[in-house]
């Protein structure tokens, strides 16, 4: 993130059907229904998830507040919740585990393997429009237990196997017969991502949080 942006949005069920919602706004019109419908049979991972989404980025969630260094104007942006499974939160960690990834693609054929359950008696499938309470179903469903991953790598992919990427590309080319070329170059400099004004691009610090709303919905304490 290099600069304070204000982000406008749907911020009720009629404005939702002049745009397209985020998960974020889906959960915050409908979720407070669907917890006191299903929050019984929920799991505490669940409800963090659900409950953490509702407050990202809102007033509810808190304000952190910065002040430029050249020209000492304030700024408040809303707290993030940093949850795992916030979309708007991983965005920016999920592009650069990407990233990484394809930096690692060794020479050779990759192959994925998906697969799918269908029902009796169904021949193919069907885009189907959703109701915002299965929708939101279906998205726990993807919410994993404390201390569980999505991706887990093995072998030499492993993150402390300590793997010489170039070394193991070059065995790979060898072994399949091609031409293996060395590129040497130097490594850039990752620089710290900074906040900057947006008035004046000058660096904003950090002068502190200002919890706006208690931390958890009480009906829904999960501690």
């Known amino acids: 993130m290099s600069d304070v942006q204000t982000v406008a949005s749907c911020n009720s069920p009629r404005s939702v059907s002049l745009c397209i919602p985020t998960i974020g706004e889906i959960f915050r019109i409908y979720g407070p229904a669907y917890l006191k419908k299903f929050a019984d049979?929920?799991?505490?991972?669940?409800?963090?998830?659900?409950?953490?989404?509702?407050?990202?980025?809102?007033?509810?969630?808190?304000?952190?507040?910065?002040?430029?260094?050249?020209?000492?104007?304030?700024?408040?942006?809303?707290?993030?919740?940093g949850n795992r499974h916030c979309p708007v939160c991983q965005g920016g960690k999920a592009k650069a585990?990407?990233?990484?990834?394809?930096?690692?693609?060794?020479?050779?054929?990759?192959?994925?393997?998906?697969?799918?359950?269908?029902?009796?008696?169904?021949?193919?499938?069907?885009?189907?429009?959703?109701?915002?309470?299965?929708?939101?179903?279906?998205?726990?469903?993807h919410v994993l237990p404390s201390g569980f991953q999505k991706v887990r790598h093995f072998g030499f992919a492993h993150p402390r196997a300590k793997t010489q990427w170039e070394g193991l590309s070059m065995l790979v080319t060898v072994t399949l017969n091609m031409v293996y070329v060395l590129t040497v170059t130097a490594k850039p400099l990752v620089e710290k991502p900074t906040l900057k004004c947006p008035e004046c691009g000058?660096?904003?610090?950090?002068?502190?949080?200002?919890?706006?709303?208690?931390?958890?919905?009480?009906?829904?304490?999960?501690?």
Request: hydrophobic share 35%.
């Open 97 to 141: 585990w990407l990233q990484n990834q394809l930096e690692q693609l060794l020479p050779c054929a990759y192959f994925m393997l998906t697969f799918t359950y269908r029902p009796s008696g169904t021949s193919s499938y069907k885009p189907l429009p959703v109701s915002a309470e299965e929708f939101i179903r279906r998205f726990l469903q």
């Open 202 to 223: 000058g660096e904003l610090t950090c002068l502190g949080f200002v919890a706006s709303a208690p931390r958890r919905l009480t009906e829904f304490d999960t501690s």
């Open 41 to 81: 049979s929920m799991s505490s991972d669940q409800i963090k998830a659900m409950v953490a989404i509702m407050r990202c980025r809102t007033p509810n969630s808190g304000i952190v507040v910065y002040r430029c260094q050249q020209c000492q104007k304030l700024h408040h942006v809303l707290k993030s919740c």
